[in-house]
């Protein structure tokens, strides 16, 4: 198989998901306000907060897991020392450059991530990999057949990840100590551990793909839809007790819906379409340009008077439109393109005599 258009599709869904976590910002962080002149502190409705928890529970998780399955693609393909060059500039000069954009744009030069935290995490992720490599046991390891009862210690390890970092993180609030980093300068061990977990299991899936055939049939998927909506209404119910209880109630909900997901996609998504590529394509850029025409245009729809609701609606809308915009006036045909796809896929090229 050259391509894996159901994979492809999930990390532009997870990417393109960014629209839906940061269009109501100003109501789940509405000190936000205050840098536009608003000292109005409006508190975020109740459909906000489940809609937060339901995608944040599993977005990232499913991010690194398809992240871990294509790093061993490319080095499959082409070897780690190209691997580790080709993630470089498009994950880690790419962070640096739109990290640099954004604190020119907000006045402070303090190194902030804001909403590209990920890819921080990400390049970490890419040099432990490459560096683990080097041994032939942990190859042994990626390459052995998961079997049933490999397949469920590896699921209760995952689940355990999420009190585990907790514990790392001295405490266990999650979703205080799970959120993401601020800075270059700041690491949280349990939430390294976390998200690296979700990458090492997708690094083991590309030498198992008969597991995306089992999870796409429909007596799994059935299986799994219920074991994940009664997982999080489980977690929504615990959620106002964040004990070693309800950490566990997050890993198994996390878990559910991640595999969920990759089920869904399997059965659905066959082959790639226009529409399929051209997302697929837009993903990255949009994810890295969205945030600020989102808050500038959520900020004023909030001065103008609208709902909660109609806010998060419109931004989504706006956001991705301006994005695509500016995706094709700014990067497409220019240099910026060799970062977000790479030299060979972009359309601005030196031609050599």
């Known amino acids: 198989m050259d391509r894996f258009h159901n994979l492809d599709f999930l990390r532009a869904f997870a990417m393109l998901l ?23 502190m409006p508190e975020a409705e109740e459909w906000i907060w489940i809609l937060l928890i339901f995608i944040t529970n599993w977005r990232m998780p499913l991010f690194f897991l398809l992240s871990g399955f294509f790093s061993v693609l490319i080095i499959q393909k082409r070897g780690v020392t ?43 992720f890419v040099f432990v990999f490459s560096f683990i490599q080097k041994f032939q046991f942990v190859k042994k390891i990626l390459q052995q057949t998961i079997t049933s009862y490999k397949f469920l210690v590896l699921a209760i390890l995952l689940i355990i990840t999420v009190p585990l970092a907790s514990v790392l993180n001295s405490g266990w609030n999650t979703y205080l100590l799970l959120t993401p980093p601020e800075t270059f300068f700041e690491l949280k061990l349990g939430n390294l551990v976390y998200y690296f977990s979700y990458f090492l299991m997708g690094s083991l899936l590309y ?52 595999f ?38 959520s900020v004023e729809l909030h001065k103008a008077g609208y709902s909660q609701i109609n806010i998060f609606i419109l931004s989504i809308i706006f956001g991705f439109g301006v994005s695509v915009s500016l995706y094709y006036l700014l990067i497409k045909f220019t240099p910026l393109n060799w970062l977000i796809n790479g030299y060979k896929k972009s359309f601005f090229k030196f031609k050599f005599g």
């Not at 109501?24 to 000190?31: A, H, K, N």
Request: neutral net charge; aromatic residues 14%; glycine residues 6%.
């Open 260 to 297: 969920l997901f990759l089920g869904i996609a399997t059965k659905l998504i066959k082959s790639r379409n226009m529409l399929l590529g051209w997302l697929v394509e837009l993903s990255y850029p949009i994810y890295l340009l969205h945030l600020l025409p989102i808050l500038i245009f």
């Open 82 to 124: 190209k691997f580790l060059l080709d993630r470089t500039v498009r994950i880690g000069v790419t962070c640096l450059i739109f990290c640099l954009i954004y604190d020119y744009v907000d006045g402070r030069l303090d190194f902030t991530l804001g909403h590209l935290w990920f890819l921080f995490y990400l390049i970490i």
């Open 207 to 258: 030498s198992n793909q008969n597991l995306f055939t089992k999870l796409g049939q429909n007596k799994t998927l059935l299986s799994l839809t219920i074991l994940s909506i009664v997982a999080f209404l489980f977690q929504l119910i615990e959620s106002a007790n964040p004990t070693a209880i309800h950490t566990l109630l997050i890993g198994i909900n996390t878990l559910c819906w991640v």
């Open 18 to 40: 960014g629209l839906a976590v940061h269009a109501p910002l100003i109501f789940y962080e509405p000190t936000i306000l205050r840098e536009f002149g608003i000292n109005e």
